[in-house]
DNA sequence: ACCGTCATGTAATCGGTTACATGATTCT
DNA sequence: AGAATCATGTAACCGATTACATGACGGT
């Protein structure tokens, strides 16, 4: 069986002094892109609500990721005068740049599933068991992501394309899991 | 969409004073069970050849990670009087209970996909250009876990059944994937 | 006025990742 | 004998995770 890259280290920017991007990094960036200035917090929200729920990245690292992206000269700050004096922070070119370049190079990598479940079975867990806890959950989430679905679909919303693929994406995989688990739970167990 | 309970945190465990344990740590404390006492350089080999490929674990991290379950009780430490005076671990009956207890213990956690194609595809990347990649990529990767599974089921071995398994979800997300990215990278791109 | 929840952070910790290094073996 | 590869680690670093904390605001 082929080894995974699972290892993939830092993204080079070519040009720029040494800013390592990680997956977290082009979220930030790739959501000020969709969404306009924003601050940390605009970002949680956006990352909650829109979808990059297949990939979820805790609000304590959005703040540090600004910073940090900052800091690189990929992001602008400005500090609000008002109360609250909040950051506000906005793609700068090369900002911009960096995230094209990173969307527009296909990668031939390969995730791995990492699912604790399967884990567990693979080291002798009862199938019929871990199924049916996993069976009850994957249900929940395709019937949610299903929901979803048909929520940014009705009208003529102007919903990125992306936005529905991933979705999709999500769902299949879901039913993958279900499917996985149905014949597992069920199969003679020697 | 329901939030993933991504952030799993420790593992406490009843009546043994406070070791965290990881995926990391069962991964060990199973490969250990499955095949005797073993240096950490036994279950690099044993975790590359077999299937926690679909978890893998850097080696230099089983070195940590032996060291740290054996503090914890969870493993017994023993060093060759030879020339190489290699560490050997063995399970403690402590470290069986922990095993045992994780593994009987179904869960209802979800795992994100997680997949950094999509997340370009996501932020706008060009599907047409993204499928083509990966999809040679999961061909090629489809293909070897179909190998290895015709590889371990032939004859009368005595392959546990939690490997085929785990290796059969494997294929099944492979060829989701496939599917995917063929739907993906043909649609329309407007 | 008080309470609960949302908003907005800061900071310590830690597992995972990368870098580096040396001793055995095997092959030519 | 030297080269290449396998075996076997050690250690620094860093992003991600957890813990903690306070201010704003809507409702009762």
Redesign the interface.
Known sequence: ????G???PYATLAGVSSPRLT?TS??VL?LI??IGPATPYDLKRMA?LS??????V?HTQLYTECARLANEGLLSEHREEAGRRRRVYRLTPGGRRA?ER???E??????????????????????A??A???L???R??LK??EE?HAKLSVGEQDV????L??L???I??E??FI??WS??GKAE??
């Open positions: 069986m082929v080894r995974l699972r290892y993939v997956e082009y979220i790739g892109e969709q909650q979808t990059v729920n297949f990939w979820s805790p995230l990173w969307r527009s296909p990668s031939g990598e390969l995730e791995e599933v990492r699912d604790v479940s399967i884990l567990k079975l693979f080291f002798g867990g009862d199938p068991e871990l049916a806890t996993q009850e959950a994957h929940r989430q949610a992501c979803m990125p394309r992306g936005w693929l991933a999709e994406a999500g299949g995989h039913r993958e499917r996985f014949r597992a167990s020697r």
